[in-house]
């Protein structure tokens, strides 16, 4: 009897090794932009998405089978520029404001985040205020500055620093509140 069980505990533990090899990880299988549902809440601030103006972002994180959404732009790198946080994103989109309505951006207007032209300190206003407007080309970018100023950065060149001292492109006003 002893024999009986010697021979099946070693094999019930190399099963459960196995098992545990193959971990497939679902959030890198499918990391397409999903729509931006009335009920999503800001993985930052907590905050309904759907009825703010400007652009909202979306990260696709290593270890996480959903998406985290952004109610904003800043909101979204104020997360993905997080040490911890940066090296997992496996797929991160923002809306081509240029291809949408500021003020409802679009669920088909998502673009690669990575691959996008910001604009920084322009006086159009996101979710909590001051935000990156996000581009899927530079000429958009370069049109949305002659009309609203701003100065363009590539999505590489953003720092916590700068989204935290975001301004509106008007000194008379005051930052919006953090959170």
């Not at 946080?85 to 207007?109: K, L, Q």
Request: hydrophobic content about 35%; overall charge negative.
């Amino acid at each position: 009897m002893k024999t009986h069980y010697s021979i099946f505990i070693p094999v019930f533990a190399a099963l459960l090794l196995l098992a545990g090899c193959d971990r497939s990880d679902d959030s890198t299988a499918s990391s397409k932009p999903v729509p931006i549902s009335s009920g999503d809440e800001c993985h930052v601030c907590g905050m309904t998405i759907h009825n703010h103006p400007g652009p909202k972002g979306q990260a696709f994180i290593r270890g996480s089978s959903t998406p985290f959404k952004y109610c904003s732009t800043r909101d979204m790198f104020s997360h993905v520029l997080q040490p911890e946080v940066r090296s997992r994103i496996t797929g991160i989109y923002t809306h081509d404001i240029a291809s949408t309505e500021w003020e409802a951006p679009s669920n088909s207007a998502f673009t690669d985040a990575r691959e996008a032209w910001y604009v920084i300190n322009h006086p159009r206003k996101g979710a909590m205020g001051p935000t990156l407007a996000s581009f899927a080309d530079k000429t958009a970018a370069e049109d949305f500055i002659e009309e609203y100023g701003g100065e363009i950065v590539r999505f590489d060149a953003i720092t916590l620093e700068m989204v935290a001292n975001l301004k509106t492109g008007s000194e008379d006003e005051d930052p919006a509140p953090s959170h």
